[in-house]
């Protein structure tokens, strides 16, 4: 009786420690702030304009408010935000209707006009409020004046069920708390950068891997150069909208991420697709290759299809990526890498959902550092 | 005692046939021109495939996928679809899918291809037989050297399809992209044999 008495507090005791672990396994969501919470020094505060969020989701969605988050935040942190009203100026007198990215004449003007010496331009990527929610964002921080360059770029996607914790005590059903932890992240991020200590965006720390199925790596690719890459969109063959563009986006954070490229901001891409009115058919033929070439000064040019980019609403359903991208090289006018890689979320998947992925841009993530693995080996 | 037996095997006999007939696919047929010095190959261009299924991608699926498994296996140069499609524009090629010999005598100096691969796709998805599910695909490939216009290689193969174990157990088969890879290794198997 003794034992078995001594044997019941035992297991209650194990039992408690497991709850206790399982549901601290719960609060996974999100980075620490560490010591983000600083505000920023006065030599690392540069004016920054935000722009206004590009909707690539497809879905209508409350950027105003999601935008208004963010620069709340960022002032918390002591960001140095170019006044709403002279950037909402500038984009009327310059007639500014693409937010997506920002070409030589827009980040030329924004410096002479507003001060602004890099510019913030965030894709909205996913948003759902279906319990449990669903959102995603990249962002990127563009240097402006005559040379747009990247500087920092970093993307979250984040599903209220991603980490449920015991009897989902962790399970976030309210969009408003998930979109919260997204700014917070990406304020982290962006401030980390700022005051010099880390840029997040370039870590590969805890990213999944999800391999691609087929690869193929040129002996002309020289992994010890570092090139100059410019991402064109992908064809778009899914029925999610904007998935080209999102694809796209993914390889221009992940590329850079590599640090072995120097990758062309992608509203410089656009830019010169537009101006020299290219229009892909069935891909980048070699004639438009060369355009971007000599126009963007590009060693490389990624290019590529994709097939499905699927994301679900509610508790059941899986993400689902299909994709195949291609590397031309500017000397050899070859293709020097291509792959061809599709997962979906629930792979590998037995038990309660353990291990399932909920969003396809954490998917797309994985599977784009994977293929990128692949090419600078 | 032993009428009995023979009614057990009369039984039990037509249903392992019916059980092995309904097992899943993996057909191959193929032809390779005996004259035909397939080194002389080095740059190929795979034109867009005939699509006979009902999904709106699948021959876009299997041409992407070949053109990689193509490039993967370092034997031949696949040029990127972009390119064969200006090439399928400047040369006003009517039916990709099925270009005449003229045709191919026009696009390929235009694209620099010593070959093109043409192809059909005629079954792509699911198929599904009382409760059992499973993916099934069936191709098939030409390739035609771009000097002559001469089909010096072809084949085709079936893949996937619902087989004892998915019949028993409801497995649902394989993913359709393993399908489709495991049926190009099939066919990629015999043009490099």
Redesign the interface.
């Known amino acids: 009786m003794i034992y078995s008495a001594n044997f019941s507090s035992k297991a209650f005791v194990i039992f408690v420690a497991i709850m206790f672990y399982l549901s601290g396994c719960g609060q996974k969501n999100g980075l620490p702030m560490n010591s983000a919470h600083d505000s920023l020094q006065a030599e690392n505060k540069i004016l920054i304009a935000v722009f206004p969020f590009h909707n690539a989701s497809g879905v209508p969605s409350p950027l105003n408010d999601m935008r208004q988050l963010f620069l709340d935040s960022f002032k918390e942190y002591g960001v140095n935000i170019l006044e709403d009203n002279v950037l909402e100026t500038f984009m009327i007198d310059n007639r500014i209707r693409y937010v997506g990215g920002v070409d030589l004449a827009t980040a030329r003007d924004l410096k002479w006009k507003t001060g602004a010496e890099a510019v913030l331009i965030t894709t909205l990527e996913l948003y759902s409020e279906e319990p449990p929610p669903k959102i995603a964002f990249v962002s990127r921080l563009v240097s402006t004046g005559n040379d747009p360059t990247i500087l920092w770029m970093d993307g979250i996607g984040l599903a209220g069920d991603d980490s449920i914790g015991l009897l989902e005590l962790s399970l976030i059903k309210d969009p408003r708390k998930l979109l919260q932890n997204v700014v917070r992240d990406l304020t982290a991020s962006l401030t980390a950068y700022l005051s010099g200590r880390e840029d997040r965006g370039k870590s590969m720390e805890g990213s999944i891997r999800l391999w691609p199925s087929l690869y193929h790596r040129s002996p002309i690719f020289d992994s010890t150069i570092k090139y100059r890459v410019a991402v064109a969109p992908f064809l778009q063959l899914s029925e999610r909208r904007n998935a080209g563009n999102i694809m796209a986006l993914h390889f221009v954070r992940l590329l850079r991420a590599i640090g072995s490229f120097s990758v062309i901001e992608p509203g410089l891409v656009r830019d010169t697709f537009l101006q020299y009115r290219i229009i892909m058919d069935d891909g980048l033929s070699l004639a438009q290759a060369d355009i971007l070439f000599s126009k963007l000064d590009a060693d490389l040019i990624l290019a590529g299809k994709i097939f499905d980019y699927q994301d679900y609403v509610g508790l059941f359903g899986r993400a689902k990526v299909d994709f195949s991208a291609l590397l031309i090289e500017r000397k050899s006018r070859e293709v020097v890498w291509s792959c061809e890689s599709h997962h979906v979320g629930d792979e590998g998947v037995f038990f309660f959902d353990w291990g399932k992925i909920h969003t396809a841009h954490k998917m797309a993530s994985g599977m784009v550092v994977s293929a990128l693995e692949t090419l600078v080996e | 005692m032993t009428k009995c037996m023979h009614r057990r095997y009369l039984i039990l006999l037509p249903l392992i046939i019916s059980l092995l007939a309904c097992g899943s696919r993996s057909h191959l047929t193929y032809y390779h021109d005996p004259d035909m010095d397939f080194a002389a190959i080095r740059t190929v261009a795979v034109l ?1 495939f005939e699509n006979l299924t009902t999904d709106r ?1 699948a021959g ?2 299997v041409r ?2 070949l ?3 193509l ?2 296996t ?1 034997a031949v ?2 040029l ?7 090439g399928i ?1 400047r040369a006003g090629v009517v039916n990709p899918s099925t270009p005449s010999k003229e045709e191919m005598a026009k696009l390929a100096p235009i694209i620099k291809a010593d070959g093109l691969i043409t192809g059909v796709v005629t079954e792509y998805g699911e198929v599904r037989s009382g409760t059992a599910t499973a993916n099934v695909i069936s191709f098939n490939l030409q390739m035609i050297e771009a000097q002559t216009q001469k089909v010096v290689w072809t084949g085709s193969t079936s893949q996937g399809g619902i087989s004892v174990w998915d019949r028993l157990f409801g497995s649902g088969g394989k ?1 359709m ?1 393993d399908v489709v ?1 495991a049926a190009i290794d099939d066919i990629l198997g015999k043009l490099f044999k």
């Open positions: 867009p991608l876009e699926r992407d996928i053109s990689n498994s490039m993967a370092g140069y696949v990127p679809s972009g390119e064969v499609a200006r524009a993913p992209n890879m």
